[in-house]
C-alpha cells in the first residue's frame, strides 16, 4: 500500500494554485451579495479541484486547464455594436451583454420590456432588492460543487430577468457572453425569475472573438413558480481553446413548464451541469446536442429530480463525434419516494463519425416510487447503411448522403428551439461542419 | 404496353446475388422494354425484394453471377448514386425516415442533383415549390407534407405517396416499385395507381414487385412473372395473376420442377 502511494504523484493544491492567482472581488455595496460571496468562500476551503478519480469525473481530465492560468478582466470593454453583429438575434425583446464577464450596457438593450425586468445586478439589487436576496444563489443544487462555489465567491454582476406574473412575453431575452481576452477569467451568473402564470424564452448564449484560451465559468439559475413556462435556449459556441464549467439549476414549480435544449459546439473542454427539480406536476423537457470534432471534449451531467407526484420528463440528448473528439454524457433521473405517476422517458442517442472519436455515455435512473412510468435508454452507432443506401438511390453520392444525414441527426435537437433568427445561425454553422447544403 | 420493336431497357442474365454468403438469387433472367409494365410476383422469400435491391445497387447484396445491362451499360458496375442518374428508380417497401430533413429540402435536393449531373437547370426554393405542389396534387398529398421531416411519422400511405411523389419529380426511365401497395388501404391504393398510371409514357417502363393481385387491378401488368427461389420461374400475360390469386403459387412450382426445372437452373447459372 506504501509502495502504491508513494508511485502516485504528489497530490497538487489545484484549487489553491487556481485562487492564487485571483484577487478577491472588492467589497460589494450589498450585504447580501458580501454574505454569499464569504459563504462561498468558506466552502471553497473544504473543496477541491476534480480528478479522475472522482465519479463525476472519470471521463473529463481537467489536467489541461491546469496547464495554465487565467486572470479576471476588470476594465469595460470597448466593444462596439457592429463587433457583435454576427451574434445578433433579430427577433429578440432585450438584450444583456457581457463582454469577458464585465457587463457591457453599450450593447444592451433595451432596458426591459413592459413589465418584464433585464438588467444587470447591481440595478435590480436597487429595484428587487428582497427577491434578489431571497433567490440569488438559493439553489441548493449548486452547494458542493466547485465551479459552482467559484462562482458565487467571485460574483461580481449577474445578468437578471425577473417575469411578473401572469406576464407572457413572447420574443426571447438574449443574454450574450463574449468572449474577447486571452487568458481570461469569467463568472458569468444568470438569475431568471418566472413568477406565476408568466411564460418567456431565454436564450443564454456564449460566443468568442478570439481563438486563445480562455477559461468561463457560468451558474445560471432559474426559478419557477407555479403555472409559469420557460424556455431555456442555452448555446456554447466559444473559442476553439476555451474552457467553458457550466452549472445550471431549475426549480420548477407546481405544474410549472421548463423546456430547455443545450448545444454545445465550441471550446476544447466544456462542461453543463444541469439540475431540475420539480414540483407536483411539472413537467420538462431537457434536450442536448454535442457536435464535437478535432480534440474537443463536451461533458454533459444532468440530474432530473422528481420530488413530487405527477411530474414528467422528457429528455432527447445526442451526440456527434468526429476526429478525436470525446463526448461524455451522464443523465440521472431520480423518482423519489412519494413522486406517484411520475412519466419520465429518457435517451442518449450518439453518432461516431471516426475511428478515433470516443462517446461515454451513462443513463442513470433511480426509482423509489412504486406507480410510476420510466424509461431509458442509450445507442452509439454509426450511420445507418439503409438510410444512406436510401439517399444513393435517389441521386445522392455517398458521400453527400453521409453528410445530409449527420446534419440531420443534429438538426433534430436543433429544430426544437424555440428563436428562429439564432435556429437559422445554429443550421448554416452545422451546415458548414458537416459540409451539407440540402 | 408491348410493341415487340421498342428498344431494350433492362436485360438481366443468369443474375446471382448472395446476402450474408447466403444465396439468394439463382441464375434470374428478365428483359424490360420501353413501354412496357412487369409484374413480379412469388411467395415469401422466393427473391423479389432482393431483386429489386440489387437493381438499385445496394451494397449489402453480392452479386456473384450474372449480367444486368440498362440500357446497353453494364449497370452492376455503377454505384447507387448512378444507377439513379441513368435512369432508374427504387420506390422502396419501408421508405426511411429522416428526422431533422424537412420533405422539400430533401426532394429538391435530389432533383437538384439529378438535373445538374444531367446539365439541366436547377431550381430555387420558390421554384422548385410551385413545381412540387403540382406534383402532389397527382397524388392528392396535402402541401403540409413538404414541411414535416423525410416520412417521418407519415402512415404507410403517405410513405408509399411521398415514394411515388419522388418518382413524378424524378421521372425514370425503369421504375421498380418494391411492395408499393403494402399497407396501404383501398383508396390510398387508387390514388397511389392512378399516379403511377399516369407516369407511365411509351419511354418508360415500370415493375411492380407485388404479393397480392389487387394493385393489379389498378395498374395492368403487361407481363407476370412468378419467382421461386431465387429465379423466374413463369411469365405470363396479366390473366396469370388471377389464376395465382385463386390458386396461389404452389402449381406453379410443380409444373416448373414437371418440366425439368433444375435442369434449366443448373443451364443459366
Known sequence: MSTETALRPPTVDRLGALLASQPLPESSPWAAVNALREQAQTALGALAMPTLRDEAWRFTDLAPLHRLTFQPVVAASRLQPADIAPFALDDTACRLVFVDGVYAPQLSGPANEGEVVVTDLPTAMDTHGAAMKAQLGSQQALGDNVFAALNTAFLQDAAVVVVPRDVVLTAPVHLLFVATQAGALSHPRCLVLAETGSRMTLVEDYVALQDAAYLVNPVTEL??????????????????????????????????????????????????????????????????????AGSQLADTHSFIDHRQPHGTSRQLHKCIADGNSHAVFNGKVVVRPGAQHTDSAQSSRNLLLSGRAQVDTQPQLEIFADDVKCTHGATIGQLDAEEVFYLQSRGLTDSAARKLLTYAFGAEIIERIAAGSLKNQLQQRMLAQTGSHP | MINPNSPVLLEVHGLCASVNGIDILKGLDLTVRRG??????????????????????????????????????????????????????????????????????????????????????????????????????????????????????????????????????????????????????????????????????????????????????????????????????????????????????????????????????????
Open chain 2, 36 to 269: 412496357e409494365v412487369h409484374a413480379i410476383m412469388g411467395p415469401n422469400g422466393s427473391g423479389k425484394s432482393t431483386f429489386a435491391k440489387v437493381l438499385a445497387g445496394h451494397t449489402a447484396y453480392e452479386v456473384t453471377a450474372g449480367t444486368v445491362h440498362f440500357e446497353g451499360q453494364d449497370l452492376l458496375s455503377l454505384p447507387p448514386e448512378a444507377r439513379a442518374l441513368a435512369g432508374m428508380f427504387l420506390g422502396f417497401q419501408y421508405p426511411i425516415e429522416i428526422p431533422g430533413v424537412a420533405n422539400s429540402q430533401f426532394l429538391r435536393l435530389s432533383y437538384n442533383t439529378l438535373q445538374a449531373q444531367r446539365g439541366r437547370e436547377e431550381l430555387d426554393p420558390l421554384e422548385f415549390d410551385d413545381f412540387v405542389r403540382e406534383k402532389m396534387k397527382l397524388l392528392e398529398m396535402s402541401p403540409d407534407f413538404l414541411d414535416r421531416s423525410v416520412n417521418e411519422g407519415f402512415s404507410g400511405g403517405e410513405k408509399k405517396r411521398n415514394e411515388i411523389l419522388q418518382m413524378a419529380l424524378l421521372e425514370p426511365r425503369l421504375a421498380i416499385l418494391d411492395e408499393t401497395d403494402s399497407g396501404l388501404d383501398i383508396d390510398a391504393l387508387r390514388i397511389v395507381s392512378q399516379g403511377v398510371n399516369q407516369l407511365i409514357t411509351p419511354n418508360n417502363a415500370v415493375v411492380l414487385v407485388t404479393h397480392y393481385q389487387r394493385l393489379l387491378n389498378y395498374i395492368v401488368p403487361d407481363f407476370v412473372h412468378v419467382m421461386e427461389a431465387g429465379r423466374i420461374i413463369k411469365t405470363g400475360k396479366k390473366e396469370l395473376a388471377l389464376e395465382l390469386e385463386k390458386r396461389g403459387y404452389d402449381w406453379v412450382g410443380a409444373e416448373h420442377a414437371a418440366a425439368g426445372g433444375a435442369r434449366t437452373r443448373e443451364v443459366s447459372a
Open chain 1, 223 to 292: 426559478v419557477l413558480s407555479d403555472h409559469a413556462q420557460v424556455t431555456h435556449v442555452r448555446v456554447q459556441r466559444d473559442g476553439p481553446q476555451a474552457f467553458h464549467i457550466a452549472n445550471c439549476a431549475v426549480s420548477v414549480g407546481r405544474s410549472a413548464n421548463y423546456r430547455s435544449v443545450s448545444v454545445a459546439m465550441g471550446a476544447q473542454l466544456s462542461r453543463y451541469h444541469l439540475q431540475v427539480v420539480l414540483g407536483e406536476g411539472a413537467e420538462c423537457a431537457v434536450d442536448g446536442l454535442a457536435l464535437l
